[in-house]
């Protein structure tokens, strides 16, 4: 099994950035790719990015060129660096990590919203 610890999250003008951050622990050693999901209300939750073992990563065509994937000092890890946020951005994101290709874990949820 693993456990799965966002961070950030909350409040911010259009315009502006926030990081959210993601650690997996326990059961790491089958792990696959980690991916930033978002969902609002009535809708299905859509992957904002991805990154892969390899370090590679894939982007949500909102996404692309405004938010950036990485991974932090520990290898599980992972941050998702938003940038000039819009309303439209507004969302609960969620962190889903791959265990054992069959399994995503997911983290507890973090509200994100971006005012006009």
């Known amino acids: 099994q693993v456990q799965v610890v966002q961070s950030g999250g909350g409040l911010v003008q259009a315009g502006e950035s926030m990081k959210l951050s993601c650690t997996a622990s326990?059961?790491?050693?089958?792990?696959?790719?980690i991916g930033w999901y978002r969902q609002t209300p009535g809708k299905q939750r859509e992957l904002v990015a991805i990154?892969?073992?390899?370090?590679?990563?894939r982007y949500s065509g909102p996404a692309q060129g405004r938010f950036t994937i990485s991974r932090g000092d520990a290898k599980y890890t992972v941050n998702l660096q938003m940038n000039n946020l819009q309303p439209e951005d507004t969302a609960v994101y969620y962190c889903?990590?791959?265990?054992?290709?069959?399994?995503?874990?997911w983290g507890q949820g973090a509200q994100v919203t971006v005012s006009s």
């Open positions: 326990g059961s790491t050693r089958e792990v696959g790719h």
């Open positions: 889903g990590v791959e265990w054992d290709s069959r399994i995503t874990y």
């Open positions: 990154i892969d073992n390899n370090d590679n990563t």
